[in-house]
Protein backbone atom coordinates (compact mmCIF):
# COMPACT_ATOMS: atom_id res chain seq x y z
CA UNK A 1 0.00 0.00 0.00
CA UNK A 2 2.82 2.13 0.83
CA UNK A 3 4.64 1.53 -2.48
CA UNK A 4 1.36 2.41 -4.38
CA UNK A 5 0.82 5.49 -2.21
CA UNK A 6 4.39 6.59 -3.58
CA UNK A 7 3.96 5.94 -6.72
CA UNK A 8 0.35 7.90 -7.14
CA UNK A 9 2.35 10.76 -5.80
CA UNK A 10 5.45 10.30 -7.83
CA UNK A 11 3.36 10.12 -11.28
CA UNK A 12 1.11 13.50 -9.73
CA UNK A 13 4.92 15.40 -9.21
CA UNK A 14 5.69 14.35 -12.80
CA UNK A 15 2.25 15.85 -14.10
CA UNK A 16 2.67 18.75 -12.09
CA UNK A 17 6.01 19.26 -13.36
CA UNK A 18 4.52 19.09 -16.90
CA UNK A 19 6.34 15.86 -17.57
CA UNK A 20 4.89 13.36 -19.80
CA UNK A 21 5.42 9.72 -18.83
CA UNK A 22 5.77 7.82 -22.01
CA UNK A 23 4.56 4.29 -21.99
CA UNK A 24 6.75 1.00 -22.25
CA UNK A 25 5.63 -0.43 -25.86
CA UNK A 26 6.54 -4.82 -25.69
CA UNK A 27 7.04 -4.33 -29.40
CA UNK A 28 9.63 -2.10 -29.17
CA UNK A 29 11.62 -4.49 -26.41
CA UNK A 30 11.04 -7.87 -28.45
CA UNK A 31 12.38 -5.60 -31.34
CA UNK A 32 15.44 -4.39 -29.28
CA UNK A 33 16.14 -7.45 -28.09
CA UNK A 34 15.94 -9.62 -31.33
CA UNK A 35 18.01 -6.72 -32.81
CA UNK A 36 20.57 -7.23 -30.12
CA UNK A 37 21.69 -10.85 -31.30
CA UNK A 38 20.24 -11.08 -34.90
CA UNK A 39 23.03 -10.31 -36.57
CA UNK A 40 25.17 -12.86 -34.66
CA UNK A 41 22.93 -15.90 -35.62
CA UNK A 42 23.91 -18.70 -37.54
CA UNK A 43 22.42 -20.82 -40.14
CA UNK A 44 24.44 -24.19 -40.23
CA UNK A 45 24.43 -27.45 -42.57
CA UNK A 46 26.63 -30.09 -42.06
CA UNK A 47 27.83 -33.38 -43.50
CA UNK A 48 28.01 -35.92 -41.62
CA UNK A 49 29.12 -40.12 -41.49
CA UNK A 50 26.80 -42.35 -40.08
CA UNK A 51 26.45 -46.33 -40.21
CA UNK A 52 23.22 -47.41 -42.13
CA UNK A 53 22.97 -50.87 -43.58
CA UNK A 54 26.10 -52.36 -42.57
CA UNK A 55 28.78 -49.34 -44.07
CA UNK A 56 29.86 -46.29 -43.00
CA UNK A 57 27.86 -43.38 -45.46
CA UNK A 58 27.32 -40.10 -45.43
CA UNK A 59 24.20 -37.64 -44.41
CA UNK A 60 23.01 -33.74 -44.52
CA UNK A 61 21.59 -32.14 -41.89
CA UNK A 62 21.08 -28.28 -40.58
CA UNK A 63 20.95 -26.47 -37.11
CA UNK A 64 21.52 -23.33 -35.74
CA UNK A 65 24.62 -21.37 -34.28
CA UNK A 66 25.43 -18.08 -32.21
CA UNK A 67 28.69 -16.25 -33.00
CA UNK A 68 30.03 -15.06 -29.29
CA UNK A 69 33.56 -13.75 -30.30
CA UNK A 70 34.59 -10.83 -32.82
CA UNK A 71 37.18 -13.58 -34.54
CA UNK A 72 34.47 -15.64 -35.35
CA UNK A 73 33.96 -18.33 -32.32
CA UNK A 74 30.25 -19.60 -32.18
CA UNK A 75 28.26 -22.24 -30.48
CA UNK A 76 25.85 -25.04 -30.82
CA UNK A 77 24.89 -28.49 -29.97
CA UNK A 78 27.22 -31.57 -30.35
CA UNK A 79 24.82 -33.58 -31.79
CA UNK A 80 24.42 -30.74 -34.81
CA UNK A 81 28.20 -31.28 -35.27
CA UNK A 82 28.77 -34.97 -34.26
CA UNK A 83 30.46 -37.00 -36.88
CA UNK A 84 30.94 -34.40 -38.85
CA UNK A 85 33.06 -33.72 -42.09
CA UNK A 86 31.97 -30.40 -43.21
CA UNK A 87 30.15 -27.64 -41.72
CA UNK A 88 28.92 -24.78 -43.69
CA UNK A 89 27.71 -21.64 -42.07
CA UNK A 90 25.73 -18.33 -43.33
CA UNK A 91 25.32 -15.71 -41.61
CA UNK A 92 21.97 -13.51 -41.34
CA UNK A 93 23.66 -10.63 -43.83
CA UNK A 94 23.95 -14.04 -46.37
CA UNK A 95 27.77 -14.24 -45.65
CA UNK A 96 29.05 -17.81 -46.33
CA UNK A 97 32.37 -19.35 -44.01
CA UNK A 98 33.29 -22.91 -43.60
CA UNK A 99 33.96 -24.19 -39.77
CA UNK A 100 35.92 -26.24 -37.54
CA UNK A 101 35.69 -27.34 -34.12
CA UNK A 102 37.31 -26.06 -31.64
CA UNK A 103 35.80 -28.46 -28.82
CA UNK A 104 32.80 -30.41 -27.85
CA UNK A 105 30.85 -32.21 -25.35
CA UNK A 106 28.33 -34.93 -25.82
CA UNK A 107 27.20 -34.59 -21.80
CA UNK A 108 26.10 -30.83 -21.80
CA UNK A 109 25.49 -31.22 -26.00
CA UNK A 110 27.67 -28.04 -26.47
CA UNK A 111 29.88 -27.73 -29.14
CA UNK A 112 32.45 -24.46 -30.06
CA UNK A 113 33.53 -23.90 -33.48
CA UNK A 114 35.76 -21.17 -35.47
CA UNK A 115 34.59 -19.32 -38.40
CA UNK A 116 37.26 -19.67 -41.43
CA UNK A 117 37.76 -16.34 -42.41
CA UNK A 118 40.85 -13.60 -42.99
CA UNK A 119 42.38 -13.05 -39.62
CA UNK A 120 41.18 -9.51 -39.56
CA UNK A 121 37.44 -10.32 -40.21
CA UNK A 122 35.69 -9.59 -37.48
CA UNK A 123 32.14 -10.50 -36.80
CA UNK A 124 28.77 -9.03 -35.04
CA UNK A 125 28.51 -10.83 -31.17
CA UNK A 126 26.04 -11.88 -28.57
CA UNK A 127 26.51 -11.47 -25.43
CA UNK A 128 26.03 -14.80 -22.91
CA UNK A 129 24.18 -13.74 -19.70
CA UNK A 130 25.77 -15.04 -16.68
CA UNK A 131 22.18 -15.05 -14.79
CA UNK A 132 19.38 -17.50 -14.57
CA UNK A 133 16.08 -16.63 -15.40
CA UNK A 134 13.19 -16.89 -13.36
CA UNK A 135 10.04 -18.42 -14.06
CA UNK A 136 7.72 -16.24 -16.20
CA UNK A 137 10.61 -14.57 -17.80
CA UNK A 138 10.07 -13.90 -22.06
CA UNK A 139 12.53 -15.21 -24.56
CA UNK A 140 13.00 -15.34 -27.38
CA UNK A 141 13.88 -18.87 -29.50
CA UNK A 142 15.90 -17.68 -32.47
CA UNK A 143 17.29 -20.30 -35.48
CA UNK A 144 16.20 -22.41 -38.31
CA UNK A 145 13.87 -24.78 -37.95
CA UNK A 146 12.90 -27.27 -40.87
CA UNK A 147 16.26 -25.16 -42.45
CA UNK A 148 13.94 -21.69 -42.49
CA UNK A 149 16.92 -19.95 -41.37
CA UNK A 150 16.61 -16.37 -39.49
CA UNK A 151 13.46 -17.29 -37.50
CA UNK A 152 12.26 -16.14 -34.18
CA UNK A 153 9.72 -17.10 -31.94
CA UNK A 154 8.81 -16.21 -28.74
CA UNK A 155 7.50 -17.52 -25.43
CA UNK A 156 8.44 -17.34 -21.50
CA UNK A 157 10.81 -19.90 -18.98
CA UNK A 158 8.33 -22.53 -18.22
CA UNK A 159 10.36 -24.13 -15.52
CA UNK A 160 13.71 -22.95 -14.78
CA UNK A 161 15.29 -26.68 -12.90
CA UNK A 162 13.87 -28.95 -15.54
CA UNK A 163 15.73 -32.35 -14.54
CA UNK A 164 16.09 -34.57 -17.72
CA UNK A 165 15.80 -38.15 -17.01
CA UNK A 166 18.93 -39.43 -19.38
CA UNK A 167 20.74 -36.00 -19.97
CA UNK A 168 20.73 -34.25 -16.42
CA UNK A 169 23.96 -35.38 -15.41
CA UNK A 170 25.69 -31.74 -15.43
CA UNK A 171 23.06 -29.86 -16.07
CA UNK A 172 19.32 -28.74 -15.01
CA UNK A 173 17.53 -27.03 -18.00
CA UNK A 174 15.33 -24.29 -18.65
CA UNK A 175 11.51 -25.34 -20.09
CA UNK A 176 10.17 -23.16 -22.60
CA UNK A 177 6.98 -22.24 -24.88
CA UNK A 178 8.68 -20.67 -27.29
CA UNK A 179 8.68 -22.95 -30.31
CA UNK A 180 11.81 -25.10 -30.55
CA UNK A 181 11.78 -27.56 -33.86
CA UNK A 182 13.78 -29.71 -35.48
CA UNK A 183 16.51 -27.12 -37.06
CA UNK A 184 16.37 -24.95 -34.20
CA UNK A 185 19.43 -27.22 -32.40
CA UNK A 186 22.51 -24.86 -31.51
CA UNK A 187 20.43 -21.37 -31.82
CA UNK A 188 20.40 -18.88 -28.83
CA UNK A 189 17.94 -18.21 -26.19
CA UNK A 190 17.37 -15.00 -25.66
CA UNK A 191 15.73 -12.28 -23.02
CA UNK A 192 14.35 -9.49 -23.43
CA UNK A 193 17.49 -7.60 -22.66
CA UNK A 194 18.91 -8.62 -25.68
CA UNK A 195 21.26 -11.63 -24.15
CA UNK A 196 21.70 -15.33 -24.47
CA UNK A 197 20.74 -16.97 -21.86
CA UNK A 198 21.01 -20.51 -22.88
CA UNK A 199 21.61 -23.01 -26.02
CA UNK A 200 18.48 -24.80 -27.79
CA UNK A 201 19.34 -28.32 -27.88
CA UNK A 202 15.62 -30.08 -27.61
CA UNK A 203 12.56 -29.68 -28.99
CA UNK A 204 9.75 -31.36 -31.25
CA UNK A 205 8.09 -31.53 -34.05
CA UNK A 206 4.77 -29.30 -32.66
CA UNK A 207 7.29 -27.18 -31.28
CA UNK A 208 5.33 -27.16 -28.08
CA UNK A 209 7.59 -27.30 -25.68
CA UNK A 210 11.90 -27.16 -25.87
CA UNK A 211 14.73 -27.46 -23.77
CA UNK A 212 17.57 -25.41 -23.32
CA UNK A 213 21.23 -25.59 -21.57
CA UNK A 214 21.07 -22.37 -19.26
CA UNK A 215 24.24 -19.95 -20.31
CA UNK A 216 25.63 -19.88 -16.84
CA UNK A 217 26.85 -24.01 -17.50
CA UNK A 218 27.95 -23.44 -20.74
CA UNK A 219 30.20 -20.16 -19.43
CA UNK A 220 31.52 -23.00 -16.69
CA UNK A 221 32.84 -25.25 -19.59
CA UNK A 222 33.81 -22.84 -22.00
CA UNK A 223 37.22 -22.51 -21.10
CA UNK A 224 37.59 -26.06 -21.12
CA UNK A 225 36.62 -26.23 -24.80
CA UNK A 226 38.84 -23.53 -26.20
CA UNK A 227 42.32 -25.41 -23.73
CA UNK A 228 41.95 -29.29 -24.15
CA UNK A 229 39.29 -29.63 -27.01
CA UNK A 230 36.67 -31.18 -24.87
CA UNK A 231 34.84 -30.18 -21.20
CA UNK A 232 37.80 -31.95 -19.55
CA UNK A 233 35.73 -33.53 -17.00
CA UNK A 234 37.05 -36.00 -13.89
CA UNK A 235 35.74 -39.29 -13.07
CA UNK A 236 34.90 -40.65 -9.90
CA UNK A 237 32.32 -43.18 -10.59
CA UNK A 238 29.70 -42.63 -8.15
CA UNK A 239 25.69 -42.72 -8.86
CA UNK A 240 23.85 -40.72 -6.55
CA UNK A 241 20.40 -40.84 -5.16
CA UNK A 242 19.09 -37.37 -3.51
CA UNK A 243 17.43 -37.65 0.15
CA UNK A 244 13.72 -37.37 -1.17
CA UNK A 245 13.34 -39.68 -4.29
CA UNK A 246 9.98 -39.34 -5.25
CA UNK A 247 10.34 -41.45 -8.78
CA UNK A 248 11.70 -44.53 -6.77
CA UNK A 249 9.06 -44.00 -3.99
CA UNK A 250 12.14 -43.62 -1.47
CA UNK A 251 13.28 -41.41 1.74
CA UNK A 252 15.93 -41.28 3.53
CA UNK A 253 15.79 -40.36 7.27
CA UNK A 254 18.47 -37.69 7.22
CA UNK A 255 18.15 -33.66 6.39
CA UNK A 256 21.98 -33.29 4.97
CA UNK A 257 24.33 -35.20 2.73
CA UNK A 258 23.88 -37.18 -0.15
CA UNK A 259 23.46 -40.87 -0.83
CA UNK A 260 25.57 -43.45 -2.95
CA UNK A 261 23.38 -45.27 -4.53
CA UNK A 262 26.32 -46.90 -6.56
CA UNK A 263 30.10 -46.99 -7.64
CA UNK A 264 31.16 -48.37 -11.56
CA UNK A 265 33.58 -51.12 -12.11
CA UNK A 266 36.80 -50.28 -11.83
CA UNK A 267 36.29 -46.51 -10.60
CA UNK A 268 38.42 -44.55 -8.13
CA UNK A 269 35.50 -44.33 -6.01
CA UNK A 270 34.95 -48.56 -5.71
CA UNK A 271 38.64 -48.73 -5.61
CA UNK A 272 39.19 -46.29 -2.47
CA UNK A 273 35.96 -48.07 -0.37
CA UNK A 274 33.05 -46.03 -1.03
CA UNK A 275 29.74 -48.60 -0.93
CA UNK A 276 25.98 -47.88 -1.61
CA UNK A 277 23.94 -46.49 0.99
CA UNK A 278 27.15 -44.48 2.33
CA UNK A 279 26.16 -41.24 2.49
CA UNK A 280 28.45 -38.10 1.69
CA UNK A 281 28.28 -35.35 3.52
CA UNK A 282 30.88 -32.56 2.97
CA UNK A 283 33.63 -32.41 -0.08
CA UNK A 284 36.75 -30.92 1.31
CA UNK A 285 35.62 -29.64 3.92
CA UNK A 286 32.72 -28.20 1.95
CA UNK A 287 29.05 -29.26 3.05
CA UNK A 288 26.92 -30.90 0.15
CA UNK A 289 23.21 -31.71 0.27
CA UNK A 290 21.01 -32.89 -2.56
CA UNK A 291 17.40 -33.32 -1.20
CA UNK A 292 15.98 -33.70 -4.53
CA UNK A 293 17.04 -35.04 -7.89
CA UNK A 294 17.47 -31.64 -9.01
CA UNK A 295 19.60 -31.18 -6.68
CA UNK A 296 22.10 -33.38 -8.74
CA UNK A 297 23.86 -32.10 -11.52
CA UNK A 298 24.94 -29.14 -10.05
CA UNK A 299 27.30 -32.02 -7.56
CA UNK A 300 28.27 -33.51 -10.65
CA UNK A 301 29.46 -30.53 -12.40
CA UNK A 302 31.70 -29.51 -9.32
CA UNK A 303 33.11 -33.04 -8.86
CA UNK A 304 33.26 -33.16 -12.63
CA UNK A 305 35.51 -30.14 -12.85
CA UNK A 306 38.38 -30.95 -10.05
CA UNK A 307 41.98 -31.88 -11.57
CA UNK A 308 42.53 -35.14 -12.70
CA UNK A 309 44.98 -36.35 -10.28
CA UNK A 310 44.46 -34.68 -7.31
CA UNK A 311 43.46 -35.90 -4.22
CA UNK A 312 39.80 -35.01 -3.57
CA UNK A 313 38.37 -35.88 0.53
CA UNK A 314 34.91 -37.12 0.79
CA UNK A 315 33.05 -36.94 4.43
CA UNK A 316 30.48 -39.48 4.63
CA UNK A 317 28.18 -41.60 7.50
CA UNK A 318 28.19 -45.33 7.37
CA UNK A 319 26.60 -47.12 10.09
CA UNK A 320 26.00 -43.78 11.74
CA UNK A 321 29.82 -43.31 11.95
CA UNK A 322 31.89 -40.60 9.83
CA UNK A 323 34.55 -41.39 7.95
CA UNK A 324 36.75 -39.72 5.59
CA UNK A 325 38.44 -41.07 2.18
CA UNK A 326 40.73 -39.28 -0.29
CA UNK A 327 40.07 -40.11 -4.05
CA UNK A 328 42.16 -39.28 -6.80
CA UNK A 329 40.08 -39.12 -10.36
CA UNK A 330 41.04 -39.43 -13.67
CA UNK A 331 39.97 -38.62 -16.61
CA UNK A 332 36.35 -39.57 -17.83
CA UNK A 333 37.77 -40.09 -21.35
CA UNK A 334 35.79 -40.75 -24.51
CA UNK A 335 31.77 -41.48 -24.05
CA UNK A 336 31.90 -43.07 -27.26
CA UNK A 337 33.90 -45.77 -28.63
CA UNK A 338 35.26 -45.94 -31.85
CA UNK A 339 34.02 -47.78 -35.32
CA UNK A 340 34.87 -49.53 -38.45
CA UNK A 341 33.40 -50.57 -41.58
CA UNK A 342 33.58 -54.01 -42.99
CA UNK A 343 32.22 -53.98 -46.07
CA UNK A 344 32.94 -56.89 -47.72
CA UNK A 345 31.66 -58.75 -44.22
CA UNK A 346 28.56 -56.45 -44.69
CA UNK A 347 29.17 -55.25 -41.10
CA UNK A 348 30.42 -51.99 -39.07
CA UNK A 349 31.26 -52.46 -35.62
CA UNK A 350 31.79 -50.11 -32.85
CA UNK A 351 33.98 -50.28 -29.48
CA UNK A 352 32.26 -51.08 -26.44
CA UNK A 353 31.84 -48.01 -23.82
CA UNK A 354 30.91 -47.77 -20.34
CA UNK A 355 29.15 -44.28 -21.13
CA UNK A 356 27.50 -45.42 -24.80
CA UNK A 357 26.83 -48.95 -24.40
CA UNK A 358 26.73 -49.54 -20.39
CA UNK A 359 24.60 -52.92 -20.77
CA UNK A 360 27.28 -54.20 -23.34
CA UNK A 361 29.92 -52.73 -21.42
CA UNK A 362 28.64 -55.01 -18.34
CA UNK A 363 28.45 -57.95 -20.20
CA UNK A 364 32.24 -57.27 -21.41
CA UNK A 365 34.07 -55.43 -18.86
CA UNK A 366 37.27 -55.62 -20.49
CA UNK A 367 36.08 -53.56 -23.64
CA UNK A 368 35.96 -55.70 -27.35
CA UNK A 369 33.60 -54.35 -29.74
CA UNK A 370 30.36 -54.84 -30.94
CA UNK A 371 28.13 -55.15 -34.54
CA UNK A 372 26.71 -51.48 -34.72
CA UNK A 373 24.93 -52.50 -38.32
CA UNK A 374 24.28 -55.55 -40.64
CA UNK A 375 23.92 -54.89 -44.27
CA UNK A 376 20.45 -56.69 -45.62
CA UNK A 377 21.53 -59.85 -47.55
CA UNK A 378 25.00 -59.11 -46.75
CA UNK A 379 27.79 -61.84 -46.20
CA UNK A 380 27.54 -61.13 -42.04
CA UNK A 381 23.61 -61.31 -42.47
CA UNK A 382 24.07 -64.65 -44.23
CA UNK A 383 26.04 -65.77 -41.62
CA UNK A 384 23.47 -65.11 -38.73
CA UNK A 385 25.25 -61.93 -37.12
CA UNK A 386 22.77 -59.25 -35.23
CA UNK A 387 23.30 -55.42 -34.04
CA UNK A 388 24.57 -55.51 -30.96
CA UNK A 389 26.76 -58.90 -30.96
CA UNK A 390 29.88 -58.67 -28.86
CA UNK A 391 32.63 -60.53 -31.42
CA UNK A 392 35.10 -62.00 -29.33
CA UNK A 393 37.40 -63.87 -31.46
CA UNK A 394 37.64 -63.92 -35.48
CA UNK A 395 39.45 -66.63 -36.79
CA UNK A 396 41.12 -68.11 -33.37
CA UNK A 397 42.39 -64.08 -33.16
CA UNK A 398 41.31 -62.60 -29.78
CA UNK A 399 39.54 -58.89 -30.69
CA UNK A 400 39.90 -55.85 -28.06
CA UNK A 401 39.24 -52.89 -30.55
CA UNK A 402 38.37 -51.71 -33.49
CA UNK A 403 42.32 -51.08 -34.84
CA UNK A 404 42.39 -54.92 -34.07
CA UNK A 405 39.44 -56.02 -35.89
CA UNK A 406 40.34 -53.52 -38.60
CA UNK A 407 43.94 -55.03 -39.53
CA UNK A 408 41.84 -58.75 -39.15
CA UNK A 409 39.80 -57.45 -41.70
CA UNK A 410 42.37 -55.94 -44.07
CA UNK A 411 44.23 -59.53 -44.08
CA UNK A 412 41.24 -61.43 -44.58
CA UNK A 413 40.35 -59.51 -47.60
CA UNK A 414 43.97 -59.52 -48.67
CA UNK A 415 44.06 -62.93 -48.81
CA UNK A 416 40.38 -63.73 -50.10
CA UNK A 417 41.60 -66.07 -52.73
CA UNK A 418 43.73 -68.70 -50.38
CA UNK A 419 40.20 -68.45 -47.37
CA UNK A 420 36.87 -66.93 -47.49
CA UNK A 421 35.88 -68.07 -44.51
CA UNK A 422 36.40 -67.64 -40.71
CA UNK A 423 35.03 -68.85 -37.26
CA UNK A 424 33.73 -66.32 -35.51
CA UNK A 425 32.66 -66.09 -31.45
CA UNK A 426 30.20 -63.67 -30.47
CA UNK A 427 28.85 -63.07 -26.84
CA UNK A 428 24.52 -62.43 -27.59
CA UNK A 429 22.33 -61.42 -24.44
CA UNK A 430 24.79 -63.17 -22.80
CA UNK A 431 25.35 -66.73 -24.59
CA UNK A 432 28.27 -67.48 -26.78
CA UNK A 433 27.42 -68.00 -30.08
CA UNK A 434 29.81 -69.70 -33.09
CA UNK A 435 29.01 -68.47 -36.33
CA UNK A 436 30.80 -69.11 -39.40
CA UNK A 437 31.43 -66.08 -41.97
CA UNK A 438 31.42 -66.21 -45.93
CA UNK A 439 32.55 -63.46 -47.62
CA UNK A 440 33.79 -65.08 -51.02
CA UNK A 441 31.03 -62.93 -52.72
CA UNK A 442 31.93 -59.41 -52.59
CA UNK A 443 29.08 -56.84 -52.59
CA UNK A 444 30.92 -54.73 -54.61
CA UNK A 445 31.07 -56.37 -57.28
CA UNK A 446 28.81 -58.44 -59.59
CA UNK A 447 31.64 -61.08 -60.50
CA UNK A 448 33.40 -62.60 -56.92
CA UNK A 449 35.99 -65.73 -56.50
Known sequence: MRNLRSLIFFVSLLSMCGCAVKPVDFRDTIS?????????LVYVRVITEGTSDG???????????????EDGELLTNHHVVDRATRIRCQLTNGEMYDATVIGKDKDLDIALLKLSADDAARFPVARLSGRNLDVGAVVLAMGA?????????????SCNDRYLEGAGDYTLWYQTDAAISPGNSGGPLVDTSGEVVGLNARGNILGAQGFTIPSPIILEVLPNLRKYGNAHWAWFGINWQPLKDFERDTAFGATNGVIIAGTERQSPARLAGLEPNDRVVAVDGVPVTAVFREDIPSLNRMLALRDWGKGVRFDYVRDGAVKSVVITPRSKG?????EVECKRWGLTAKEINRFDTPDLAFMAPEGGVFVSSVAWDGNADNAGFKERDIIKRIGGKEVKDASELKKIYDDAVANVEKTFQLG????????????????RLDPEKEDSL
Open 32 to 40: EAKSAVFPA
Open 55 to 69: KIEKFESSGSGVIIS
Open 145 to 157: PWGLARSVSMGII
Open 334 to 338: DVEGA
Open 424 to 439: VEVVRKGRKIQLVLNF
